[in-house]
């Protein structure tokens, strides 16, 4: 059946005649209505969930209050200790950096153990130059220097050879012998080219004699121009040094003007030329 004729079937509507102002009031309350039900449908989709019922249903208000400044107090103690634990590990990590530049203070101080071990690798070098200019005229010579207020000199000598003993407490002869040494590790190290030694007759023999070879060895002998030997005329000194090559003999005399009878003390210089 077509369209058309289904429409040519359907009843007619009937057309009901209302006033305007019976119309306007129902389309307001229409709209009311529908503006309801969409609050209505909002309230429904979003509910406030309701708290769950109380355990008991009388509920004393200090017991709350009370409970609540517990609460807050035992807050305020983590929050407390939460900061003590961040205090502490700042004052470690200060302590720790107090630590290390105290240190490195102390290491650096006039008799801390850095500047100690840099002047302590010096004097062994010191200590080496002496010992092998030792070795070469008086065995058994055996030099240490102890850094202490300066420099403190010790000697082993062959008749002391337990332990090294100050300087100070050698003989004169030993004197002579380790100040010889010590001006020829000088000379060596700045270069001096000049070397002076006096009281000879305070040495032994043998120590002179090692001398006088010493004094004739050109690898010795290439490191000055002139050394100049002083004396008493004792036999020993003349008997050793006398016939040295390029070596010159001066006398000296020396008046003790303090005593009543004028006394001549001849001394004797032994300038060597070494060039």
Known sequence: MSEKKLRMQRPAKKRVSVPKKDYDAAKSAYAEYAKLQAELAAYEKNLVTLPDKPESETVNPEELAKKKRELEAEKKNAEDYAYKQTLLKEAETQKARYAVETGMIRALEDKGPVRTKIIEFYLQQFEGVCNARAAQFAPGYIFKFHPDNGVKIFVKTPTMQKRYYPLASCSNGEKVLASFILTDMV????????????????????HMQGLRKLLETPE?????????????????????????????????????SDAKTARIHHNIMLAATCR
């Open 220 to 256: 010795f002998t290439a490191e000055y121009d002139h050394i100049f030997l002083c004396g008493v005329n004792h036999l020993d000194v003349i008997k050793t040094f006398m016939g040295m090559k390029n070596a010159k003999f001066i006398k000296l005399q020396e008046i003790d």
């Open 187 to 206: 000379n060596q190290l700045t270069g001096s080219r000049l070397m002076f030694v006096d009281n000879l007759e305070a040495m032994d023999l043998e």
